[in-house]
């Protein structure tokens, strides 16, 4: 079966960056695009991008661009979300997502368990 | 990038209710929208893709419809496990989710 597993709990001081693993099983890692989505607390869910695990192609939200970057390992099938220059206010539960329909970019029909980033002096 | 606006925010109903969420998107997308349910603590799940199918093993009570600007999730009769927090999601320009609209205990 499909599973998605994160990487644990962070704490960073503001300025700091952090990145949050996400290791694939269950299906071909290769074929499917992988998002990164986060919820403040209390707050909706927000799209952050998506990378392309087959070539590593990327598509960043324009809110994010210049401080994330996705990157991803197909020898272990796990995709990585890094945040650069961190704020308190991206304190947030940050999710990996794989796309439904191969290929498309679209919605999603498994998430990882997320992981809490919390930002703090 | 395309705004997507979920109403209402809190809806109040009972057990056995016909409950509808409407969400719009500030410029059409087609019928390129999804719905998810969470629950406090978890991941969301995939209830509803192009705006009226419904995910493999979600209750046919949950229905979607609506195409362009406007679209509306409907629970034909509430059960207590329908309790959460419903977000729609646009696919057809990147993405972009609602505000979310949470269903409580009237």
């Known amino acids: 079966q499909v599973q998605l597993v994160q990487s644990g709990a962070e704490v960073k001081n503001p300025g700091a960056s952090v990145k949050v693993s996400c290791k694939a099983s269950?299906?071909?890692?290769?074929?499917?695009?992988m998002h990164w989505v986060r919820q403040a607390p209390g707050q909706g869910l927000e799209w952050m991008g998506w990378?392309?695990?087959?070539?590593?192609?990327?598509n960043y939200a324009q809110k994010f661009q210049g401080r994330v970057t996705m990157t991803r390992d197909t020898s272990s099938g796990t995709a990585y979300m890094e945040l650069s220059r961190l704020k308190s206010d991206d304190t947030a539960v940050y999710y990996c997502?794989?796309?439904?329909?191969?290929?498309?970019?679209?919605?999603?029909?498994?998430w990882g368990q997320g992981t809490l980033v919390t930002v703090s002096s | 990038d395309i705004q997507m606006t979920q109403s209402p925010s809190t809806l109040s109903a009972s057990v056995g209710d016909r409950v509808t969420i409407t969400c719009r998107a500030s410029q059409s997308i087609n019928i390129w929208l999804a719905w998810y349910q969470q629950k406090p603590g978890k991941a969301p799940k995939l209830l509803i893709y192009r705006a009226s199918t419904l995910e493999s093993g979600v209750p046919s009570r949950f229905s979607g419809s609506g195409s362009g600007t406007e679209f509306t999730l409907t629970i034909g009769s509430l059960q207590p496990d329908d309790f959460a927090t419903y977000y729609c999601?646009?696919?057809?320009?990147?993405?972009?989710f609602g505000q979310g609209t949470k269903v409580e205990v009237k």
């Open positions: 269950g299906y071909t890692f290769t074929g499917y695009y």
């Open positions: 990378i392309i695990p087959n070539n590593g192609g990327t």
């Open positions: 999601q646009q696919y057809n320009i990147n993405s972009a």
């Open positions: 997502a794989r796309e439904a329909i191969r290929g498309s970019g679209s919605f999603y029909n498994y």
